[in-house]
């Protein structure tokens, strides 16, 4: 049995779900609303402030959309309440990261300044000149502009110059030597 597929969600105060037709699942709370047309395969219930996920059978591809389905499910319930945060670190010297209105400016040794609008319902915020976070409900939406942002000047591995993530440790080289 999926270990994470059994396990039931639940349900915080002042959230809403609607499970419709083709399992078309609108989750509703304080923050916003996420829809998501999950598996059809699986049975998606909601009983006493609990979401419970079941599988039809035990074939391999239900066991692994099982544990999927319940885990996407529980994103978006964690999201509405409290919803997501992605913390990106500019090192470099001349790099630097500055918010016009809508817009995230980004100073990356390049020719020019790297401008990025900010996706619907996502909000970036500039602490410092370095520090980005990238705020919203939806954890992929959310996980997948802070990759955007990181891929406009990658982390390398000699300086460690470049946009990385709070949380990631970056390997270092050794340069060159020089010829004795």
Known sequence: MSRIGRMPIAVPAGVTVDIAENNKVSVKGP?????????????IKLE??????????????MKSLHGLTRSLLA??????????EKALEVNGVGYRAQKQGKKLVLSLGYSHPVEMEDPEGLESVVEGQNKII????DKEKVGQYAAEIRDKRRPEPYKGKGIKYADEVIRRKVGKTGKK
């Open 31 to 43: 923050k916003g609303t996420l829809e998501r047309v999950l598996p059809a395969e699986m049975e």
């Open 48 to 61: 006493d402030g609990h979401i419970v996920v079941t599988r039809p059978n035990d074939l391999k591809k």
């Open 75 to 84: 994103n978006m319930v964690h999201g509405v309440t409290e919803g997501y």
């Open 134 to 137: 990238v705020k919203g409900i």
